[in-house]
């Protein structure tokens, strides 16, 4: 492994876009960092280099047969001052995981949180300091071998790239409810396959079925297990929990789907605060019962991008369930309010989650 990263810095920086006008990974920032590997020198060749594209042989492995893996996590303007980071070696730990089945060489997790801070602090201009908006970190690999034999590359090249994102609510009481539309023809993994690694074919697989629910008027698509069509997996980049009566019910981590650095916060806080939060089977039925009684509470997503993500409506079939009257529940908007507290520093870190950018650093 190679310990130092040379850096390349651009002379004059890009015009930054307006903050109050940042989509989703739209805008990138100056600079990126790269690694290569290859089977000689293993991970070499580290470095902090212009945002550029690359130049590669359209032979490359990733092109045609998908070898690759990616996270997604975010930096924060702390309300204490600085920049911080929220779990980042999970992030680190789960690429080793996903690169792991997609037999891709692993990486030092600590030596990526390392080379992270280091572009960070060089890209420190770039973190947004409004309420809501974040820098979003966007790690990959893909495989660069130039060859067309389906096997495992022997080259690689491991890129972080970052891109601030804006506030995915217009204010943190206003959280807006998503449409969520049950699929169930399509399946998006089975346990076996893939569905716990962050791999670019889980997402190309999803497209069709994301642009149906959008054409019937949902926002997302919520999954079924792939062999009984019955039990809920997950939401298209979302963990998905409901309040059932009181308790709350996370599918478990059954190998189809992803392992949520969000889902585990938010299972790891509830039971700080004392309720009950059960991993395990749910089907389609249990919840549709459960809204029949008048017990089903709340349904929230989990996930990086939006933290919390309350949903108000559940098409199933012919059926739509209408939950919590279309609003944000109390369970929803306490997670919300304290993660992203914890996130932006205006909370207590109760947990110990948040990981600070020192100053001095590079
Ligand atoms: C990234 C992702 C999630 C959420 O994971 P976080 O670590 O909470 O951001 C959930 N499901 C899928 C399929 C994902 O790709």
Same mark, same amino acid.
């Given at each position: 492994?190679?310990?130092?990263?040379?850096?390349?810095?651009?002379?004059?920086?890009?015009? @930054?876009?307006?903050?109050?006008?940042?989509?989703f990974?739209?805008?990138?920032?100056?600079?990126?960092?790269?690694?290569?590997?290859?089977?000689?020198?293993?991970?070499?060749?580290?470095?902090?280099?212009?945002?550029?594209?690359?130049?590669?042989?359209?032979?490359?492995?990733?092109?045609?047969?998908?070898?690759?893996?990616?996270e997604g996590l975010k930096?924060?303007?702390?309300? @204490?001052?600085?920049?911080?980071?929220f779990?980042?070696?999970?992030n680190?730990?789960r690429?080793?995981?996903?690169?792991?089945?997609?037999?891709?060489?692993?990486?030092?997790?600590?030596?990526?949180?390392?080379?992270?801070?280091?572009?960070?602090?060089?890209?420190?201009?770039?973190?947004?300091?409004?309420?809501?908006?974040?820098?979003y970190?966007?790690?990959?690999?893909?495989?660069?071998?130039?060859?067309?034999?389906?096997?495992?590359?022997?080259?690689?090249?491991?890129?972080?790239?970052?891109?601030?994102v804006?506030?995915y609510?217009?204010?943190?009481?206003?959280?807006?409810?998503v449409?969520?539309?049950?699929?169930?023809?399509?399946?998006?993994?089975?346990?076996?396959?893939?569905?716990?690694?962050k791999?670019?074919?889980?997402y190309?697989?999803?497209?069709?079925?994301?642009? @149906?629910?959008?054409?019937?008027?949902?926002d997302q698509?919520?999954?079924?297990?792939?062999?009984?069509?019955?039990?809920?997996?997950e939401v298209g980049s979302m963990n998905i929990f409901?309040?059932?009566?009181?308790?709350?019910?996370t599918?478990?981590?059954?190998?189809?789907i992803l392992d949520g650095i969000t889902r585990d916060s938010v299972?790891?806080?509830?039971?700080?605060?004392?309720?009950?939060?059960?991993?395990?089977?749910?089907?389609?039925?249990?919840?549709?019962?459960?809204?029949?009684?008048?017990?089903?509470?709340?349904?929230f997503g989990t996930g990086t991008a939006a933290v919390i993500s309350p949903v108000?409506?559940?098409?199933?079939?012919?059926?739509?369930?209408?939950?919590?009257?279309?609003?944000?529940?109390?369970?929803?908007?306490?997670l919300y309010?304290?993660i992203s507290?914890?996130q932006?520093?205006?909370?207590?870190?109760?947990?110990?989650?948040?990981?600070?950018?020192?100053?001095?650093?590079?």
């Amino acid at each position: 492994m190679e310990h130092d990263i040379t850096i390349k810095q651009v002379t004059t920086g890009k015009t @930054k876009p307006d903050y109050n006008h940042l989509s989703f990974g739209k805008y990138f920032t100056d600079h990126m960092f790269v690694m290569d590997y290859n089977e000689e020198d293993g991970w070499f060749d580290a470095r902090i280099t212009p945002y550029e594209p690359l130049l590669m042989d359209p032979s490359s492995l990733m092109f045609h047969y998908g070898q690759s893996v990616f996270e997604g996590l975010k930096a924060y303007t702390s309300k @204490k001052g600085g920049i911080q980071l929220f779990r980042p070696e999970k992030n680190f730990n789960r690429m080793n995981i996903s690169s792991d089945r997609m037999n891709i060489p692993e990486v030092d997790p600590d030596f990526l949180v390392d080379a992270l801070k280091k572009l960070l602090h060089i890209d420190r201009d770039w973190v947004p300091v409004e309420e809501g908006q974040s820098l979003y970190i966007r790690p990959f690999i893909i495989a660069t071998e130039p060859a067309l034999s389906v096997k495992p590359a022997s080259q690689y090249k491991l890129m972080i790239i970052l891109s601030p994102v804006g506030s995915y609510y217009a204010q943190s009481d206003q959280m807006s409810p998503v449409s969520i539309y049950v699929e169930d023809e399509y399946v998006r993994s089975v346990r076996g396959l893939v569905g716990f690694t962050k791999t670019a074919g889980n997402y190309a697989a999803s497209l069709k079925v994301q642009k @149906k629910a959008e054409e019937l008027g949902y926002d997302q698509v919520l999954w079924l297990d792939a062999i009984e069509k019955k039990y809920i997996e997950e939401v298209g980049s979302m963990n998905i929990f409901f309040k059932i009566n009181g308790e709350i019910i996370t599918p478990a981590l059954n190998g189809s789907i992803l392992d949520g650095i969000t889902r585990d916060s938010v299972i790891e806080l509830l039971r700080h605060w004392g309720w009950n939060v059960h991993e395990r089977r749910i089907s389609i039925d249990e919840v549709k019962q459960a809204h029949v009684d008048g017990e089903l509470e709340e349904v929230f997503g989990t996930g990086t991008a939006a933290v919390i993500s309350p949903v108000g409506r559940l098409k199933w079939k012919d059926e739509e369930l209408v939950i919590n009257g279309n609003q944000t529940g109390p369970v929803s908007y306490d997670l919300y309010d304290t993660i992203s507290g914890i996130q932006t520093g205006a909370k207590e870190d109760v947990l110990g989650w948040t990981v600070p950018l020192q100053e001095q650093e590079t």
